[in-house]
């Protein structure tokens, strides 16, 4: 068994309405005005935070540059959540055994873990498990995999650190649906999750117990979500098939994963799930045989966070808490989807 103790998100201090951002990309893009608009409004966000203030982003430079701004404001943000956690929860940083990282855009060797354990007091055998590509998908199979070494290590603590800054992705010369889509909906910011072993000290002020994981990949779909590496970074690629996916396949997936712990739909009383986009939220939704009330707080998430790739089903599960949403003892589902074609879930218990 291993425990989430708490969860931290942060983000830019740039914060842009999406008519500013509209109205930006329709003076870069001006024969795509009606494309920016119309997609600008379906996405159904209606803020976003960005690393850098609105007017700098058309002279981005090449991927070299995008990986120094990207990785300055990853410290930043990360040292804040980290000693946000610390400060709250009196742990000392010498006791994390492990720090996961998970991001899908930006580049850095040494790693963020490792730049952070040159400005944070981290024992120097902490162990560090950087996460490269799982976009999306990051958030819960982070979780999953620090829940995976901890069953192992029942005495230990351990950190999940999620970084996605996707704004320094945007490209600027790609007029293609895929990107003005994506530069409608995704966004910039960090969170950190503490979790410990079942022996652990801190298991006792838990907040939630993972039961069980399980990971789906759908053969053949490498083109439905990802990036291609071009000179000036990352250019998205995004298929409008997604939603379908979540029709055809995470919907048996999710009744085989619940028949697995002998659980029904009825057993499960919230969810706390990767917010996508609309219409694969409506999708994630109708499979799930809930309504849109049950996903209030991933739309909540989308309309004011924007799509912050891994970070936005961490920031969903810390609104969750905030809201007080589960009770004691309650079962709830977390799911996220992201590049390879794939999926991950959770059934966690309120404690």
Known sequence: ????????????????????????????????????????????????????????????????ERSLKWLDEAVNLQKNNIL???????????????????TVTGLAVPTLEARLMNVLSFSPNTKRL???????????????????????????????????????????????????VGT????????AVLMVGKDHRLAKSAQFEIIDTRSFFYSDTERMMGWDIVSSGFQIVLSGDVPKLVSEKVAVNMNEFLNLNKLKRNDISFFISHPGGPKVLEAITEISGGNKEDFKISWDSLAEKGNMSSVSVLHVMEETLNKKIPVQN??????????????????????
């Open 184 to 191: 409608s909906l995704f966004a910039d910011g960090a969170a």
């Open 1 to 64: 068994m291993s425990y989430i103790v708490a969860v931290k998100t942060s983000f830019p201090k740039n914060s842009e309405s999406q008519d500013n951002i509209a109205k930006l990309l329709t003076s870069i893009w001006p024969d795509k005005e009606k494309h920016i608009y119309q997609f600008s409004k379906s996405s159904t966000v209606n803020k976003r935070h960005l690393t850098l203030p609105l007017s700098e982003y058309p002279t981005l430079g090449d991927i070299g």
């Open 84 to 102: 946000y956690l610390q400060e709250n929860l009196n742990f000392n940083l010498d006791e994390i055994s492990l720090i996961a990282s998970t």
């Open 330 to 351: 309650s079962l709830g589902l977390m799911l996220a989807m992201g590049p390879a074609f794939c999926s991950e879930m959770n059934i966690i218990r309120k404690l």
């Open 130 to 180: 950087p996460i490269f590509g799982l976009g999306c998908l990051g958030g819960v199979a982070g979780l999953n995999r620090v829940k995976d070494y901890l069953d192992g290590h029942p005495r230990e603590a351990a950190l999940l650190l999620a970084t996605e800054l996707c704004s320094l992705t945007f490209q600027f010369k790609d007029i293609s649906v895929a990107n003005l």
